[in-house]
């Protein structure tokens, strides 16, 4: 099946910090998605994004199917950033591979 | 509904106990999953439902564990005679096109087994 590996693991940065999350994909996908799980569980859809490139605010995603990658970048961080980010692929079966996350920590 | 509802939002409960836990998805949306989640850890897949069949039962990790989905709306996922190693959040998920559409999570049932 599907490999996804999400990297880095861990991520911890200043206030004011920019960065950039990969997620890395074995095989082709029908579709990708980026969310973010906060401090108290919640998990957020942030990015349909199964290719090309979205914007949100201070986030953005690109997605790039033929070379079997996407990136969240995360511009001007806050604290209230801090938390697990999951990207999540659908196979040729529409069933969602998940990847182990990388948790941020926004320091002040 | 406005979004995926969860209940209980916690549940203690003894050993050998059974439990329900309860999910209202977003209205209209077919495609239902659960998953559940243990302290640090990553989103471990349970069951997901189209409509009121569920095609993948894979992630269903014991026959303790059922969950049914009635009139493509609610489902309850059924733990019988928990154990402590069942204890972890248990969270819903819908979208409108199963593996195809966006995906929205519930807050999560927490469980702990005692």
């Known amino acids: 099946g599907i490999q996804v590996e999400q990297s880095p693991p861990d991520l911890i940065l200043q206030e004011g910090a920019n960065s950039t999350l990969r997620c890395n994909f074995s095989?082709?996908?029908?579709?990708l998605q980026w969310f973010h799980q906060n401090p108290w569980g919640q998990l957020i859809n942030l990015f349909y994004?199964?290719?090309?490139?979205k914007q949100n605010g201070r986030l953005s995603a690109t997605t790039v199917a033929t070379e079997r990658y996407s990136l969240l970048y995360i511009s001007s961080s806050q604290t209230t950033d801090s938390g697990v980010y999951f990207c999540?692929?659908?196979?040729?079966?529409?069933?969602?591979?998940w990847g182990a996350g990388t948790k941020l920590i926004i320091k002040p | 509904g406005a979004g995926v509802s969860q209940s209980p939002s916690n549940k203690v409960t003894e050993k050998g106990k059974d439990v329900e836990l309860r999910c209202d998805p977003i209205?209209?949306?077919?495609?239902l999953y659960w998953y559940r989640q243990s302290l640090g850890q990553g989103l471990e897949f349970l069951i997901y439902?189209?409509?009121?069949?569920?095609?993948?039962k894979s992630g269903l990790p014991s026959d303790r564990f059922s969950a049914e989905r009635t009139g493509g709306s609610v489902s309850t996922l059924t733990i019988q005679r928990t154990q402590q190693e069942d204890s972890a959040v248990y969270l819903c998920?819908?979208?409108?096109?199963?593996?195809?559409?966006?995906?929205?999570f519930g807050e999560g049932s927490r469980l702990t087994v005692l």
């Open positions: 998920a819908s979208s409108s096109m199963g593996g195809h559409g966006e995906l929205f």
């Open positions: 994004i199964p290719s090309g490139t």
């Open positions: 999540a692929v659908a196979d040729s079966n529409y069933q969602l591979i």
């Open positions: 209205s209209g949306h077919t495609a």
């Open positions: 095989d082709s996908v029908n579709n």
């Open positions: 439902f189209q409509g009121n069949s569920a095609p993948d």
